[in-house]
């Protein structure tokens, strides 16, 4: 059994049935709403509207924010997947 979670920051991937962070930029044809699907863990974004969605919502232009939350979700999902 491997006791490390790695991760993997890869675009383009949103249909794929893996947990992932929807990025959205104000201005941009489809919104993070349009975005959402059962695999989002957060929501970057540089719209305050977004902040209204159901999921943690992050700073898209502070990158040592969303590091900081991706760090804390790995360490959430590998203590929970050692249970």
Do not use: C
């Not at 977004?50 to 979700?73: C, G, Y």
């Amino acid at each position: 059994m491997v006791s490390k979670m790695d991760v993997v920051l890869v675009e383009g991937f949103r249909h794929e049935k893996v947990p992932k962070i929807v990025l959205s930029r104000r201005g941009l044809s489809k919104n993070a709403h349009d975005l959402l699907d059962d695999y989002a863990v957060a929501i970057a974004s540089d719209d305050d509207a977004d902040r209204q969605l159901s999921l943690p919502w992050l700073d898209i232009n502070n990158p040592e924010k969303v590091a900081e939350f991706i760090a804390t979700w790995a360490s959430d999902s590998d203590t929970a997947a050692s249970k």
